[in-house]
Every structure is written in C-alpha cells, then in structure tokens.
C-alpha cells in the first residue's frame, strides 16, 4: 500500500538515524536522545568542527610562538607555577648543550640543575653544592633579578627571571662571554696603562675607578679617590665638559693632592662599567705629553743601549750630508766598524759584561771623532762613522788608525780586563756611491774583507767586492736549491795504515756536482753554507749518507765525518748520530766523527757534555787540524780524543823542514804518549811519506792514496784490497 508523504518522512527520518547510530553511539541514552532532529544533529556537527578548528589553531599558534622565539638570539624559557619546563628555543638548548639532553616538558628545572652540578657543568657549584642548588632555584622568585653563571666550557651566561601572573617563570639567557672577555681586557689595559685614567659617573659626582697611574699622577690614595668627585679635581667652577657626548677631547686644569695645578689633555668616551653608564677619562699632561713624545722620537732614532743614533737617523744624516758635498770639492768617507771576538766576550763573561763593553766603546768612539763627524750603532757589535771633508784617501786612513788604537787598549768592566780589537771596512763618496744605503753597504762589504783578510785592520772597498757578493748571494740560493733536490753527494778519501799500506777508513767530504757548472769546490760553498747556517743541514746530510755507505764495508773500515759547531749548538747532535746509526745499522766503534778547536773554543758544558755522550756510545772523536789553532796542547786536557790529526801546513815538504819534523816528532811523541792514533793529512809525495813513517806516524791521508772518489769507486777500491789479503785475513775482512 503506497505511503502518504508523512510516512516517506518518518521512513527516511528513521534511516537517517540508524545510520548514525555508529558514529556517536550513546550507551542507555534516553529515548528523546536517540532520536534526534536534524537540526539538533546540525548543531553538534558544528560544535564539533569549531572544537577542532580551536584545537587547530592552537596547535599553529604554538608552533608560530615556536618559530618566534627560535630566531631570538637569546636564549628563552618558560616554567610553570611549580618549575617544570613548558616551552624553550634553540638557543636555550645550545647555551645549556651539556644539558640538552634532561630538557623535556613536564621535566623540573631544579632537576636538571642539581644533575648538571654531579655532571661538573657548573664550575661555580665545587664544594658547597647544595648551597649553590639551593640560591640558583631561590632567584628564579626574585623579580627582574639578574645573575651571571659560569659553565664548565668557561662561558658566561647572564641569567634574567621573570614571574608571569599565574606564578610560572619566564627565564632570559644571554651569552655574555665575549663581553666578559673584553671588560678583562678593558681592565688589563686600564689598570697597567701609563696613562693616568678615572671612570667615573656620567654626573661626575663618583669616582667609580683610578689605575695606578693616575694614583701616581694625582698624589691622592684610592681610598682619598672614593671621596672625591671630577669637579672637586677641576680647578674652575662650571659644568662638566662632555655633558653627555659619546667621546670628546678638551683641555682643562687640575689639582694635584700637593696644590699643584696641571695643564691636562682629557680624552673622554663613553663606556659601560659594572653594567651602568660611565666616563672613561684619559688625562695627559701636556707637559708629560711634550717630554714623552721627545723621549719616543729619541728612541725611535736611538739605540737604547748606547744613545748612539741608529741606522735610520744615520741615513738621514748622511743624506743631509751628501747633499753639501755635491756643492762642493769635499767628499765624506764612511765607515763600518766591527768589534773582533766580541761574541767570546759575550759567552765567556755574561751579556752584562758584553752590554757594558758595547757602552764602552760607543764612549770611545765619540771621544776620538769631531763633532761635526757621525757615529752611529748599526747592529750587535757594528758601528758606522761618517767622516766630513774628506779631500784625499788619507784623510781616512788618518782617521780608521785612530779608533782602531783608541780600541785597542783593554776596558776595565766588572774587574775583568777585556782587550778587543776591531776591523773597518771604508768607502768614499762619490766613487763609491752616492747615496747613503750605496755607501753603507760598499762600506760593509769592505769590513768583510778587512776581516777575512787580518783582523784588526781597515780595508777600502773596491769594485770587485760587490761581484763577489753577488756571486755569494746566488752560490746561497742555489745551494739551498742543491740541499732542497738532494744534490750533494758524499766522496770518500782513504786513510791508510802507513806501516802496511792498508786502508783503515775514509773520509767522508761533500761534493757538490751541479749539472750546468761541473762539480762546486767545497771552499767556493762551504764558507756559504756555514755563514747561513746550512752547515748543519749538510752536516746531518752526510752524516746519514756516509753511516749507510760504510755500513757495505768489510767489518775493519771505518767512516770518518765532520762535524761543524753549529750542530752542536742546535742541541740534537746525540739524537742525530743515534738515529743514523739505527737506521744504517753501523756499530758505534766505525763511526769517527771529527771536530775541530773552534767548537772547543767555547768551553761550554755543553758540548763536552755531548762528546763524552758520543764517546760513551762507542763513537771515535778526532780532533781536526792539529797544531793551527792557539791552544791545541791545553784542549786535549779537556776531552780524551781518540786521534789527531796534524794538519797539512806541518806535512807539506816535510822531509826538506827541519822545523815542520821536529813538530810532526813532537806530536807523534804526544800521541803515544796518550795512545793516540796519529794521523797525517795532505800527503803528497813520497818523500814526504817516507819522513812520516821514519817518525813514527801512524796513518796517512792525502793525494799520494788517493783523492776523494764517488761511493761506486771506493767498493771497487775495497775489493781490490780484498784481493790482496791473505786467505785467513779475507774471512775476516769480509
């Protein structure tokens, strides 16, 4: 039977209400429930969406308040009524990354804290833990207070809490370290500055800080200072003079504590002291200011050990000079003086000593020149005279003779007598140059060969000096280039037994064979090499070389190498052998290391320290060039050698010198007296081997063997030897 339209209603009513019987069933509701109307329906539809459309919003506001605080450059944190963490940003969490880990909403800060404090991340809290728990957690309720904290890291956190209406916290985290380092820095400099500085309110009615200098300057005491103000120093009535400008500088008078009024230069700026607003002022009395630039320009031209002018002074001087000469027929002649040995005196008596012999001289030098003449002091132990109206060479040597005799008479210093001689090196303008750097260098030149030559003289320069020296500079730099590519080579000359002709050892020499030029003489490098300093690179050189060629050789022969003083001196020789031994693996007892009375020389504990260290491992110490230096005899009480060698000058035509064999017998004499090998260089003629052996020297090195031969060589030269021995001795050889 077909429905009347009020039944269609009530059918579909009802579906539409099994069908949402699922989605919000209602357990035992009332029958007036489950039946709702479509507008009531309509309506819970609603309140739901806006429900979750709060919810939404909610959710981006706080993730909007999220990214807010994540882009401040301060650290924030928000706390509920009873401390526990709510809300924080990154920068939070860096500042407190030892930490990071324990941060979680509902966590309590007063927990954390106390497991940083076991962790050691708060430096501050060592040994009175609970009480620093205890004051840290008591801020967080004071309002608006600030504090500051040290982290185990060394940085400064200053630390600002606020209370929030319903009794949460809101925390301020700043990283305030770069600017705790500059105010140390600000009081480093303030309180050791020379000049006198007071800070001071920006109403000037409190001294808040004086450095000692202004203390010094004043005449009162600090605690006098705390009384005063700025305007109780002025000596006027009126405002103060920044009023209130960033920085000024302006000029006023002040009272000293002893009623002296003193013109001041003040240099005001202002700055922050102790977190509020001040007045940095920097007072310079102009009298002072006056005095002290003159004391800086003196010793801006000065040396402060002589009060002789400097370098730049002098050039200045000698400009001013030359440019009179050129308007007329005078020349001036300048000079470069060295002192002989003044290193000796500097090591044997003390730089004390040396530093008041230095005055000394300087005192005689001005003393023995003219006043219109110029002295000045160029380096450790170099002077430079500049002599004016100058018309003849003569006039020069006059001169260069009087300061070496002024020189030459010892100096009484400390009750020591020091004699020191000196050399001079000469060059005249304009033949010579004509500009003051031209001069002083020509001059300069000359002094090397014043003292290359015989020391305790004067040399004029002449044209072909400064060809040498830059032949010297380039034979420099490409011997550094030759050492950087592994260049030098070691050669090696035989010593031989004179009694029976075998060879015992060889010399190790350096040789140097550069692709363009053929093989370098050693004398055009070496002098080189040693005044730089790369002596000691070419010494370690050979001495790794040299153990790891001898370690091919039979079991007999020895290696023999010099050392320079310079290795020495670096303080690393034992570590140096001992590794070229290790590594080679040569015994000590093959290892002959040579020195010479240079190094011995200096007497310093040192180095004998170091021999008897070398000898101690099994090393052989020759002593070098025997009987050319000033005290051969008494050197060999200070170290026990194991050979000498007499030096090729005694050697040379020996058998045709009476006088050359009475000194080769009386060191042959020595040697076995204190079982020393004796050992005779630069032997070159049979007759002169024949006298060597009729003396009883026991080893020989010279051309007559052999010269020095490329490593390849010396095997054959051993293997030729080998062939030569008898059949028990070659096993042992071998």
Known sequence: MPMNRHGKKKAKAKRAAIVRLPVRPVKSAPKCLRRRTRSESGELLRTRAEAEAAIAEARRSHERLREAIDILPEGIVFLDAEGRYILWNKKYAEIYSRSADLFEPGARLADTIRIGVERGDYPEAAGHEEEWIAERLARMHQPGARHEQQLADGRVILIEERLTSDGGVIGLRVDITELKQREASFRLLFESNPVPMIVCALDGERILAVNDAAVEHYGYSRAEFEKLTVRSLQAFDGELPWNGNEQQTYTCKHVR???????????????????????????????????????????????????????????????????????GTDKLAVMVLGLDNFKAVNDTLGHGVGDKLLRAVAKRLRSTLRDEDAVARLNSDEFAIVQRGVTRPEDAVLLARRLLDALA????????????????????????????????????????????????TFSFFEAEMDARAQSRRKVETDLRNAIRNDLLQPYYQPLVDLANGRITGFEALVRWPDPERGMIAPSEFIPVAEETGLISAIGGMMLRRACRDAALWPDDVRVAVNLSPLQFRAGNLLALVMDALKQSGLAARRLELEITETLLLEKSSQVLATLHALRALGVRISMDDFGTGYSSLSYLRSFPFDKIKIDRSFVQEVDANQGAQAIIRSIVSLGKGLGVTITAEGVETEAELRCLRAEGCDEGQGYLFSGARPHAEIMALLKAQRGLIGEGDRGRAA
Request: hydrophobic share 40%; proline share 3%.
């Open 409 to 456: 008479d010892p100096f009484l210093l400390d009750e020591h007598s020091v004699a020191i001689g000196a050399s001079i090196g000469i060059a005249v303008s304009p033949g010579d140059g004509d500009d003051s750097e031209k001069l002083l260098k020509h001059a300069d030149l000359a002094l090397s060969r014043a003292k290359q030559d015989f020391r305790g």
């Open 257 to 327: 504590a002893d009623g002296e009024l003193i013109d001041l230069t003040i240099y005001s700026r202002r700055i922050v002291h102790g977190g509020q607003p001040a007045v940095l002022l920097a007072l310079m009395d102009t009298t002072e200011r006056r005095r002290a630039e003159a004391r800086l320009a003196f010793m801006a031209q000065h040396d402060s050990l002589t009060g002789l002018p400097n370098r730049d002074l002098l050039r200045r001087q000698m400009d001013d000079m030359l440019l009179h000469t050129r308007r």
